[in-house]
Nanobody, 115 residues
């Protein structure tokens, strides 16, 4: 069983920054691909960023150049640094991994970008 818990969401003005954290159980961060997803009201969930077990990173086009993903093996955590935030980034952000054929999700953290 894998447990994921997100934190760091909140209200931020356009152009601002937030750093989301995903605390994971065990050492899953080091051995599995880790993803950040988001879902805005009325929209489908989309994958925002991925960091692979080998450190490769991928981002959806809309956040390239603004978001970065990183991990801390010692803390068993994954982070999403979000800069130059836009109102369209408003969503619930969730941490995800797939391990031994099973999908694991955190509960999510709300990010609201508004003036």
């Amino acid at each position: 069983q894998v447990h994921l818990r997100e934190s760091g969401g909140g209200l931020v003005q356009p152009g601002g920054s937030l750093k989301l954290s995903c605390a994971a159980s065990g050492s899953i961060v080091s051995i599995s691909n880790m993803d950040w997803y988001r879902q805005a009201p009325g929209k489908e969930r989309e994958r925002v960023a991925t960091i692979s077990s080998t450190g490769l990173r991928n981002f959806t086009d809309s956040v390239k150049g603004r978001f970065t993903i990183s991990r801390d093996h010692r803390m068993n955590a994954v982070y999403l640094q979000m800069n130059s935030l836009k109102p369209e980034d408003t969503a619930v952000y969730s941490c995800h991994t797939r391990w031994r054929g099973n999908d694991f999700w955190g509960r999510g953290t709300q990010v609201t970008v508004s003036s």
